[in-house]
């Protein structure tokens, strides 16, 4: 659904423009960008593929801007960051109930060693594609 309306093309002809802006042209400002904005994949945010990402992803390949492999490099390295630690996620909640713990800790607990796999997987990504 989601999807439909990012792509209806009164979305798209305004956002595409928009996207294709911001939008690295080369290997490294791709992991730069995808790195320093991986965290808008918590909370269910713009760079969730489970969410606003699906809509955003697909504008992103109809920009041309960048190949769509990199395009979906990028939002599974950064949603790396949102499984494992989005205090949104159900089995987080279930731990930090089970353990008594404010949910925030563990985003704080979790999240540098995230970050650094997903810019991994960006720098894989990066090579891979351009």
Known sequence: MLLNAVMDDSVKTIMAPLIGAVMPRS???YVIFFTLCAPLALYRGPLNLWGLGSG??????????????????????VGMI???C?????????????LGLDI???LRKTIVYMWVLALLGLLFAGIKYF
């Not at 697909?58 to 599974?76: E, K, N, R, Y």
């Not at 989005?86 to 089970?98: E, G, L, R």
């Open 27 to 29: 290997g490294i400002m």
């Open 82 to 84: 949102q499984g494992v």
């Open 56 to 77: 955003l992803m697909a504008l992103m390949v109809a920009t041309g801007s960048i190949p769509g492999a990199a395009v979906m490099g990028a939002l599974f390295s």
């Open 86 to 98: 989005d205090p949104t996620n159900t089995h987080n909640v279930w731990i930090a109930n089970y």
């Open 104 to 106: 925030q800790k563990i």
